[in-house]
């Protein structure tokens, strides 16, 4: 039976340096490359199956400097509907970087709701690493954004669950807040936008997603073992 396939568009933002060519490369093409034209800017299309339904993805790897966009891409941008902000877990200035980036996407947004997925890649590379995990988790709950995983282009590490993430998130119903007060309004100025990530307890998310301990992910990312040993405190974490 044919099946219709629904298009979701991402936009895959980040420092340069940070990864995004190869997390989409790796996702799109299976294949790990070590070197990338920085300058320039692609449209991947990839056609998968995300919890029985067909999609087309069109995947936007933006050429982002720390200089702001062109026209051209901040109006691909306003047409996301999912957007990834990826920082390297091994480049604490990548990660220093995502704050800026959340506003200025914000503001080429104005005030219209898209989805901003925070990517720490690199995870395979534990011994290097300049940002915790819970150090994500906590910027983008702080951001109001609607999810944080940590993957790795090189080891395939958690590349299917940033997409699908991406694609359940873009396809997610948003319910406005209703503004009734003018109390309300004013602290709708000043907070970030509620976000989906919850609370986590010990381990555990509100929603009851699990945050897998270090030893679970172990066996998904071999690469990390040794560092993982070492730091039982750290974790890995899905949150949608
Ligand atoms: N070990 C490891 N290296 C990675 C990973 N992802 C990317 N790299 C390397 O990091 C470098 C930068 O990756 P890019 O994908 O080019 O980074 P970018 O954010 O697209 O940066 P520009 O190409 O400059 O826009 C490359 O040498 C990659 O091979 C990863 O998951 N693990």
């Given at each position: 039976m044919f099946m219709e396939s629904k298009p979701v568009r991402i936009s895959v933002m980040g420092?340069?340096?940070?990864?995004k060519s190869t997390l989409v490369l790796q996702y799109v093409q299976s294949q790990f490359v070590e070197?990338?034209?920085?300058n320039v800017q692609d449209l991947y299309k990839k056609e998968v199956v995300i919890d029985g339904q067909h999609y087309q993805l069109n995947i936007l790897d933006i050429v982002d400097t720390d200089y702001g966009l062109d026209l051209k891409t901040e109006n691909m941008l306003r047409e996301s509907q999912v957007i990834l902000i990826v920082y390297s877990v091994v480049s604490e200035t990548s990660f220093d970087s995502v704050l800026m980036r959340v506003v200025h996407v914000r503001s080429i947004l104005e005030g219209r709701h898209v989805p901003i997925i925070l990517v720490g890649s690199k995870a395979d590379l534990e011994n290097s690493r300049q940002v915790s995990s819970s150090s994500g988790l906590q910027l983008a709950r702080e951001l109001g954004l609607s999810a944080f995983l940590e993957c790795s282009a090189k080891t395939k590490y958690q590349i299917n669950e940033v997409f699908e993430t991406a694609v359940r998130q873009a396809l997610a119903e948003v319910v406005e807040p209703t503004r009734s007060t003018e109390a309300d309004s004013q602290r709708d100025t000043e907070q970030p936008r509620e976000s989906s990530i919850p609370e986590a307890a010990e381990g555990q998310t509100?929603?009851?997603i699990q945050i897998e301990p270090l030893n679970a992910v172990q066996e998904a990312n071999p690469a990390s073992r040794p560092a993982a040993r070492a730091s039982s405190s750290n974790r890995c974490c899905i949150i949608v």
């Open positions: 420092q340069l340096g940070s990864g070197e990338i034209d920085s509100e929603a009851g």
